[in-house]
């Protein structure tokens, strides 16, 4: 379980950061599995395929997502009594391209969800996500703000930065109050999306990955639920009620 300071500061802040609660060998067998999957899946544009990427490792991930250690963390944060997963995916900077059409690998700042959201994501890091390998911006107590207040406030200064002719639509900036994530496999970031977040830019060669999911309070969205149905086909029919009902497909 989690102090009553870690809870406060996620409350406060928006996020923590634990010791890697899996394991070396766990993160390599992971990381072998999700290679060993490159090249052959297609999958259809009908499911996210951050998602499908993340199932397809298998039994490993399903169980590392229905460990009750996590789980009881992730309902002590939201305060809730049970939970189910939102969302997953498996997150590659490679892949990513710059919204404004730069050649920079780097992800512009937005919100996944507002102060009326209830969510806890598990974010923990493949490789180094050092200053040159687009480390994770958050922007701290963001998540208890409105949108549009916190949206301004990044706009302007994006504007102050000089190089726009008209009012930008997108932001980048260096924002005075945002913290620089270095993750790395030492370290799981536990965190609510609902915080304003962004990327630095991504300078370096090599790989930059991280397989992430959220919890979120029984009854609230399901974004996943066909990725899975997907993936593994009728054998999840066979699953348990609770690791069913852990995977939104039971109400």
């Known amino acids: 379980m989690l102090t009553d300071t870690q809870v406060s500061h996620f409350h406060t802040h928006g996020f923590i950061l634990i010791k890697n609660p899996f394991g070396e060998k766990c993160m390599q067998q992971i990381d072998q599995a999700n290679n060993s999957n490159q090249g052959k899946n297609s999958w259809s544009n009908d499911f996210n395929k951050l998602a499908c990427q993340f199932l397809s490792v298998g039994e490993l991930v399903l169980e590392m997502v229905e460990q009750p250690k996590l789980i009881e963390m992730a309902k002590q944060l939201l305060d809730c009594d049970?939970?189910?997963?939102?969302?997953?995916g498996f997150g590659d900077a490679l892949k990513?391209?710059?919204?404004?059409?730069r050649s920079f690998q780097q992800v512009d700042w937005h919100s996944d969800g507002g102060p009326?959201?209830?969510q806890v994501s598990f974010r923990t890091?493949?490789?180094?996500h050092h200053p040159g390998n687009a480390p994770l911006r958050i922007l701290p107590g963001s998540h208890l703000r409105l949108k549009t207040e916190v949206?301004?406030?990044?706009?302007?200064?994006e504007i102050t930065s000089g190089q726009h002719q008209d009012i930008p639509s997108i932001s980048f900036v260096k924002h005075p109050a945002e913290v620089k994530i270095v993750l790395d496999p030492r370290w799981t970031l536990v965190w609510t999306p609902s915080c304003w977040h962004a990327t630095g830019i991504k300078t370096t060669t090599?790989?930059?990955?991280?397989?992430?999911?959220?919890?979120v309070p029984l009854g609230s969205r399901k974004r996943d639920t066909n990725a899975v149905k997907y993936i593994f086909g009728i054998q999840w029919e066979s699953w348990s009620l609770q690791r069913q009902k852990l995977w939104g497909l039971l109400d």
Do not use: F, P, T
Request: some cysteine; charged content about 20%; proline content about 0%.
């Open 82 to 88: 049970q939970v189910h997963i939102g969302a997953c």
């Open 96 to 101: 990513i391209v710059s919204q404004d059409g």
């Open 116 to 118: 009326e959201v209830k």
């Open 125 to 128: 890091a493949l490789d180094c």
């Open 151 to 157: 949206w301004e406030e990044l706009i302007q200064l």
């Open 206 to 215: 090599g790989l930059r990955r991280a397989i992430g999911w959220n919890y």
